[in-house]
């Protein structure tokens, strides 16, 4: 298992894991790794926030742990629940075999640890194995509040208290990731207890070193000019604007179409790619899409 010294060693597993970067989020990411502090991450959907974890988790040769956060999450299904099926087997067994008169031990057996499902929050914790995980909480900003408040404790001591079986404290705390794109305010006492960093969109340059790095195909003139196309987007005002993702699915797509470059016919036939909404779709084509896709060229040639 891999660990983190400086801030060299995580620009350069990011790098070897295809993550295109600036400093400032490694500095975060290390600082985050020294101080055992959660890393908050904050930006618009499809910026790769989610992807910081999963990199960490390859790159340090741990096990990922993710929980996806949404309306209505509880402890249940993110801390631990009962095996309750396995409970009622095991009593209508135990009765059948032993009587009536074993009901307390019974009742003392079924809440054991084998019947305990561990849930993500204290699987992380539980680091029976003695290496910690990289714990992902994606998209906090969809939980409740009630939730949060929970959570600011788990995260100031990292530890679980099961009624029945006792306190799982965690040896050594796992790497801590939290997301949201921002679709909500996330309390600022959660806020508190993690490092802040912002995944703002990239430039074009850096947006087509990402392409080339994760689309397989793609050439150097085509990444530049759909970044270019993309970041004309963003500037513009659809509903929902593209992210990184959108733009390595569109020119994965581009590949796939045989292009090497940008025309306004394949830009029109694969602009779903970019654009989620019925809305922005006929706003982009309409609002001549050519001159779009012509500065993007001229930007591209420039860059």
């Known amino acids: 298992m891999k660990t983190i010294s400086t801030i060299d060693d995580v620009q350069t597993l990011l790098a070897e894991h295809r993550y295109v970067t600036d400093r400032t989020l490694a500095v975060s990411i290390y600082l985050a790794a020294t101080l055992g502090r959660p890393l908050f991450l904050e930006g618009e959907a499809g910026v790769g926030k989610t992807e910081v974890a999963k990199v960490l988790a390859a790159g340090l040769g741990r096990r990922l742990i993710r929980l996806q956060c949404y309306e209505g999450l509880d402890v249940n299904h ?19 075999q032993a009587g009536e ?43 409740d509040e009630e939730f949060e408040a929970f959570l600011l404790e788990l995260l100031s001591d990292f530890q679980v208290t099961v009624p029945e079986i006792g306190t799982f404290t965690a040896a050594t705390p796992p790497l801590v990731v939290l997301t949201s794109n921002r679709t909500r305010e996330v309390h600022d006492a959660l806020k508190r207890r993690c ?28 990444a530049l000019e759909a970044a270019a196309l993309v970041a004309s987007l963003r500037s513009d005002s659809f509903y929902k604007h593209p992210g990184v993702a959108e733009t390595i699915d569109w020119a994965a797509a581009l590949v796939a179409l045989g292009k090497t470059a940008l025309d306004e016919r394949a830009v029109s036939e694969t602009i779903g790619c970019l654009l989620k909404y019925q809305e922005d779709v ?6 001549a899409l050519g001159a779009r896709v012509e500065r993007a060229q001229k930007v591209a040639s420039q860059a």
């Open 101 to 143: 008169h074993e009901r307390a031990r019974i009742e003392r057996e079924i809440f054991g640890p084998e019947f305990l499902i561990k849930r993500p929050l204290l699987q992380a914790i539980d680091d029976a194995d003695g290496a910690p995980a990289v714990l992902l909480i994606d998209e906090i900003d969809r939980a």
């Open 78 to 96: 993110a801390v631990y629940e009962w095996n309750y099926a396995k409970q009622i087997l095991h009593i209508r067994l135990a009765e059948a």
């Open 282 to 287: 006929a706003k982009a084509k309409d609002t």
């Open 195 to 222: 490092l802040y960093h912002w995944i703002d969109y990239p430039d074009v340059a850096r947006e087509a070193r990402i392409v080339e790095s994760k689309v397989p195909g793609v050439g150097h003139r085509l």
